[in-house]
């Protein structure tokens, strides 16, 4: 296979016309063979066994039946039997990290077990105890009793490059001791569901039973642990994440000595600066975290900070996007004092700010919008005012709702039906009437609105066109 596909690499390629020759040899590519060897040892099967309750199916009730009927019995079977608790199992991988039966794996393996399994390639298997569990990073700490147990090493996340080759080993779809190699694709990636972990993104092939497994480098040390996969389908489609084992490693040292993970909080929304915000507020070119909303009672609210102030410097380190800021503060000691620099009103200020504590998820719920009397047609959109009702729901005194968009510079600048505008560059909207003296001051060119929609606010860049 291997001679197949050197052939396939050194063969001539034509692009336009015109031969090309790589100049690759069969030697210049990776051999995982004595990594796999070393390491596999190590890797573990997790095999975890919940227990769920079973629910009727829709409709179906148990018939009025004669106790003494066939058929009594058999409905009984079908449908009281559903209601009874059932067994469900599940697989994922993980890695010993101390010979002394400590293993690093996914919180999502070994979520809601009543037992976990833990199978080496030698086919020993213990019972396995959490330590602790991080939903948050997806990190958790099992514990097996046993001694002398082979460990992997641990890496330098930080000293990946793009392009790097790496490689996993686990157990997809149950197939134990699997190795699949690809390079980094990218670095410090934020998703959706997580903005504290700055995830390696590579092309390895994950799968279903990968998950907790360790992700190594070309040095036989591990550089991540295997988490998440983006994929329509539910299997690879050539987009997976792992957590940086320093990350994980950091966790973990705190589940071992209290049980639980505490991170640093500065308490603001924050956003990415595009071409187009970073105009409006007189930057040279897009950078840093934009912070859309200050939340009330948190480290930012007791410090200088302000809303529409772009972080651009975290303790010295550069910003260069969004997703770079939550995982500093996370990582910073609770207490300490924190410089800043910002950028605000195209211009930089040196903020000091004390780093508090993560408080546990809170979710705060926006009341529907009801009509109110009054409407203004303006920048292509229809805006009517808020009533009372309403600001108390979004915990607001001022701002005018968005009732309908229509082509112009509302709807370019991204601005949609249920939107609450609450300032514009830089002036409080507190009614139809100051919207309209602020949109005849605008210049024809970038500036700054901040909008509040489901419960966050968000800055948008907004030009106004010549005939507004």
Same mark, same amino acid.
């Given at each position: 296979?291997?001679?197949?596909?050197?052939?396939?690499?050194?063969?001539?390629?034509?692009?336009?016309?015109?031969?090309i020759?790589?100049?690759?040899?069969?030697?210049?590519?990776?051999?995982?063979?004595?990594?796999?060897?070393?390491?596999?040892?190590?890797?573990?099967?997790?095999?975890?066994?919940?227990?769920?309750?079973?629910?009727?199916?829709?409709?179906?009730?148990?018939?009025?039946?004669?106790?003494?009927?066939?058929?009594?019995?058999?409905?009984r079977?079908?449908?009281?039997?559903?209601?009874?608790?059932?067994?469900?199992?599940?697989?994922?991988?993980?890695?010993?990290? =101390?010979?002394?039966?400590?293993?690093?794996? *996914? $919180?999502?393996?070994? @979520?809601?077990?009543? #037992?976990?399994? %833990?199978? /080496?390639n030698?086919?020993?298997?213990?019972?396995?105890?959490?330590?602790?569990?991080?939903?948050?990073?997806?990190?958790?700490?099992?514990?097996?009793s046993?001694?002398?147990?082979?460990?992997?090493?641990?890496?330098?996340?930080?000293?990946?490059?793009?392009?790097?080759?790496?490689?996993?080993?686990?157990?997809?779809f149950?197939?134990? =001791?699997?190795?699949?190699?690809?390079?980094? *694709? $990218?670095?410090?990636? @934020?998703l959706?569901? #997580?903005?504290? %972990?700055? /995830?390696?993104?590579?092309?390895?092939?994950?799968?279903?039973?990968?998950?907790?497994?360790?992700?190594?480098?070309?040095n036989?040390?591990?550089?991540?642990?295997?988490?998440?996969?983006?994929?329509?389908?539910?299997?690879?489609?050539?987009?997976?994440?792992?957590?940086?084992?320093?990350?994980a490693?950091?966790?973990?040292?705190?589940?071992?000595?209290?049980?639980?993970?505490?991170?640093g909080?500065?308490?603001?929304?924050?956003?990415?600066?595009?071409?187009?915000?970073?105009?409006?507020?007189?930057?040279?070119?897009?950078?840093?975290a934009?912070v859309?909303?200050?939340?009330?009672?948190?480290?930012?609210?007791?410090?200088?900070?302000?809303?529409?102030?772009?972080?651009?410097?975290?303790?010295?380190?550069?910003?260069?996007?969004?997703?770079?800021?939550?995982?500093?503060?996370g990582?910073t000691?609770?207490?300490?004092?924190?410089?800043?620099?910002?950028?605000r009103?195209?211009?930089?200020?040196?903020?000091?700010?004390?780093?508090?504590?993560?408080?546990?998820?809170?979710e705060?719920?926006?009341?529907?919008?009801?009509?109110?009397?009054?409407?203004?047609?303006?920048?292509?959109?229809?805006?009517?005012?808020?009533?009372?009702?309403?600001?108390?729901?979004?915990?607001?005194?001022q701002?005018?709702?968005?009732?309908?968009?229509?082509?112009?510079?509302?709807?370019?600048a991204?601005?949609?039906?249920?939107?609450?505008?609450?300032?514009?560059?830089?002036?409080?909207?507190?009614?139809?009437?100051?919207?309209?003296?602020?949109?005849?001051?605008?210049?024809?060119?970038?500036?700054?609105v901040?909008?509040?929609?489901?419960?966050?606010?968000?800055?948008?860049?907004?030009?106004?066109?010549?005939?507004?």
């Open positions: 296979m291997c001679n197949t596909f050197a052939r396939l690499i050194l063969g001539p390629i034509m692009v336009l016309g015109m031969p020759a790589w100049g690759l040899t069969a030697n210049d590519l990776p051999d995982f063979a004595e990594l796999v060897a070393a390491n596999a040892p190590a890797v573990v099967n997790i095999s975890t066994t919940q227990t769920l309750k079973g629910s009727r199916p829709p409709g179906f009730e148990m018939p009025d039946l004669p106790e003494d009927s066939p058929f009594h019995d058999f409905f079977r079908f449908l009281d039997e559903d209601e009874l608790p059932r067994d469900a199992r599940s697989l994922g991988s993980g890695f010993v990290v =101390s010979s002394d039966g400590y293993i690093l794996t *996914s $919180a999502h393996v070994i @979520s809601d077990a009543t #037992e976990i399994v %833990v199978r /080496f030698d086919r020993r298997e213990f019972n396995a105890e959490v330590v602790g569990a991080d939903k948050r990073s997806d990190v958790a700490l099992l514990k097996v046993a001694a002398d147990l082979p460990i992997v090493k641990i890496g330098n996340p930080g000293a990946l490059a793009v392009g790097e080759w790496v490689l996993a080993i686990g157990s997809p149950g197939f134990e =001791s699997t190795a699949t190699a690809g390079i980094v *694709s $990218a670095k410090g990636r @934020s959706p569901n #997580e903005n504290y %972990v700055p /995830f390696i993104q590579t092309d390895v092939a994950i799968n279903p039973g990968n998950s907790g497994g360790p992700l190594f480098n070309l036989g040390e591990v550089v991540g642990i295997n988490a998440q996969i983006y994929s329509r389908t539910g299997g690879f489609m050539g987009l997976s994440f792992a957590v940086p084992i320093d990350i490693i950091r966790v973990t040292d705190q589940l071992k000595a209290k049980g639980k993970v505490t991170r909080w500065l308490g603001v929304l924050i956003q990415d600066v595009t071409g187009d915000l970073a105009e409006s507020f007189a930057m040279s070119k897009p950078a840093g934009l859309s909303e200050i939340l009330p009672d948190s480290p930012a609210a007791e410090s200088d900070l302000k809303q529409g102030d772009i972080i651009v410097k975290y303790d010295g380190k550069d910003l260069d996007k969004m997703s770079d800021l939550p995982p500093l503060v990582v000691p609770i207490g300490e004092v924190v410089a800043l620099e910002v950028i009103q195209g211009k930089p200020f040196d903020i000091e700010v004390r780093i508090g504590e993560l408080p546990g998820d809170t705060r719920i926006l009341g529907a919008a009801a009509p109110v009397e009054k409407g203004l047609d303006v920048l292509g959109m229809t805006v009517e005012e808020l009533s009372l009702e309403q600001k108390e729901r979004l915990q607001i005194n701002g005018v709702i968005v009732t309908e968009v229509g082509p112009g510079p509302a709807q370019k991204g601005i949609v039906e249920g939107d609450v505008i609450v300032q514009i560059q830089g002036k409080e909207v507190a009614d139809l009437k100051v919207l309209q003296e602020i949109v005849g001051e605008l210049p024809e060119k970038s500036v700054p901040l909008i509040k929609r489901e419960s966050r606010s968000t800055f948008l860049a907004l030009r106004k066109s010549p005939e507004e």
